[in-house]
């Protein structure tokens, strides 16, 4: 039986017959897209983010050892999302075959920093509870104390 065996991130490797080949992906071939979705509060200044991003990506061909692995500058997509948490910016970076992955860490790495400096927030999920009906009464904050310290 002919087989194709190939490994994984983890290094699980993976045989399969030719006869349970339906369809084949390349997607390494001549070059690669790093692609980001990018998703900032809503309350942010999207001038500013698009800005950030632009020139995170501009550093990264720049200014580091992997720019001559970036074959075009970043291009953003413009708004792809209205997320539940976040306004989600579609944005790509055109790499060499097999670099769109070291090239992402690295771009998430030096966005993070930019939008850190900037004040641009990167929103969580989060819940807003409206009790209608009913005053309630404020509680102190509850301070959070291990084991040994909640006894003293």
Same mark, same amino acid.
């Given at each position: %039986?002919?087989?194709?065996?190939?490994?994984?991130?983890? /290094? @699980?490797?993976?045989?399969?017959?030719?006869?349970?080949?339906? +369809?084949?992906?390349? %997607? =390494?071939?001549?070059?690669?897209? +790093?692609?980001?979705?990018?998703?900032?509060?809503?309350?942010?200044?999207?001038?500013?983010?698009?800005?950030? !991003? =632009?020139? @995170?990506? +501009?550093?990264?061909?720049? /200014? @580091? $050892?992997?720019?001559?692995? !970036?074959?075009? *500058? !970043?291009?953003?997509?413009?708004?792809?999302?209205?997320?539940?948490? +976040?306004?989600? !910016?579609?944005?790509?970076?055109? @790499?060499?075959?097999? $670099?769109?992955?070291?090239?992402?860490?690295?771009?998430?790495?030096?966005?993070?920093?930019?939008?850190? $400096?900037?004040?641009?927030?990167?929103?969580? *999920?989060?819940?807003?509870?409206?009790?209608?009906?009913?005053r309630l009464e404020r509680s102190p904050p509850c301070s959070a104390t291990r084991g040994?310290?909640?006894a003293r």
């Amino acid at each position: %039986m002919r087989t194709v065996r190939l490994r994984d991130l983890e /290094g @699980t490797q993976h045989i399969v017959p030719y006869s349970e080949i339906a +369809a084949i992906e390349n %997607m =390494t071939r001549g070059y690669s897209y +790093a692609v980001f979705d990018i998703g900032v509060a809503y309350d942010s200044n999207l001038d500013l983010v698009f800005r950030a !991003i =632009t020139e @995170t990506g +501009a550093r990264l061909q720049e /200014g @580091t $050892a992997l720019a001559h692995k !970036i074959l075009e *500058p !970043i291009a953003i997509l413009g708004v792809d999302q209205f997320g539940d948490n +976040a306004v989600v !910016i579609k944005a790509r970076i055109k @790499t060499a075959p097999q $670099a769109k992955w070291e090239i992402a860490r690295a771009y998430n790495r030096l966005l993070k920093e930019r939008f850190d $400096a900037d004040g641009i927030e990167i929103p969580y *999920p989060q819940r807003t509870l409206h009790v209608k009906g009913q005053r309630l009464e404020r509680s102190p904050p509850c301070s959070a104390t291990r084991g040994e310290d909640s006894a003293r």
